[in-house]
């Protein structure tokens, strides 16, 4: 059985390359393998540094920087506890933004981003920012739940985040999706109804199709589902809907249904 298995995987896997070779051809395959091996090098990369710095504030020489910063809060309880929220997610953030810088250089070096480093620091802050908004509310909740009952803090932080969660979730095409592209209806109403009708198929309802100016940052296609109950929808990058005929986009929205679903 395994044999068999083993087979039929490399079969699918040879069609495959077989089509990919008549669709994009051998030179723009070589580029994307070149490309994905870099990245995937950089993650490992970034991963290691990211459990380094956890092992040194955790056991390492960095082990007291939590007890100093309650120190320099003082009495203030619930203001050394935000203080240490604060440094520890401004440390890992700070690691991880050489490696964000070098997958921003890395994109353009291939073509495939074109906004400027200004632009792209200003969406790194905003999303920095908004990391700290949740690392430090969620991470105060969770702590004082701790502190006022400590027996069943779990099950309450449980409930409590995920509540949060789900509030989240259901805001973010309202409030924080719009803080890094500008969105706009599908106007081909008939393509719109086509995708909805396909999502409802894949038992993932939605009533609306937007399209994102993903373009003025990158040549990337993309579609992705957002939003749950009255706030779910479907979004395309306009660098998909510009690019791909509508049989076309049917095939990746089919494909987000699958993941969605």
Do not use: C
């Amino acid at each position: 059985l395994g044999g068999s298995v083993g087979e039929s995987s490399a079969a699918s896997r040879q069609v495959l390359e077989q089509v990919a070779q008549e669709h994009y051809g051998e030179d723009f395959l070589s580029r994307s393998r070149e490309f994905h091996r870099v990245r995937y090098a950089l993650f490992f990369v970034e991963v290691a540094a990211l459990l380094g710095l956890a092992w040194g504030l955790a056991m390492g020489p960095l082990g007291r920087w939590g007890e100093e910063a309650l120190t320099l809060a003082g009495d203030r309880g619930w203001l050394g506890r935000a203080l240490v929220l604060t440094l520890l997610y401004g440390g890992f953030s700070l690691l991880r933004l050489p490696f964000s810088l070098f997958r921003f250089f890395h994109s353009r070096m291939y073509g495939l981003r074109h906004d400027s480093l200004l632009e792209f620091l200003a969406d790194w802050g905003k999303a920095a920012g908004l990391g700290w908004l949740l690392v430090v509310g969620v991470g105060l909740l969770v702590l004082g739940l701790f502190v006022l009952w400590p027996r069943w803090w779990w099950l309450l932080s449980w409930v409590s985040v995920s509540i949060l969660a789900v509030g989240y979730v259901a805001v973010a095409p309202l409030v924080i999706d719009p803080l890094f592209h500008r969105f706009k209806r599908l106007p081909d109403r008939d393509l719109e109804s086509r995708l909805v009708e396909l999502a409802r198929e894949g038992g993932v309802p939605v009533e609306e199709v937007w399209v994102a100016d993903a373009s003025r940052r990158t040549r990337r296609v993309n579609a992705y589902f957002t939003g749950i109950g009255g706030t779910r929808r479907i979004v395309l990058y306009d660098t998909l809907v510009d690019t791909f005929e509508p049989d076309q986009m049917g095939v990746v929205g089919g494909l987000e249904v699958g993941g969605g679903g």
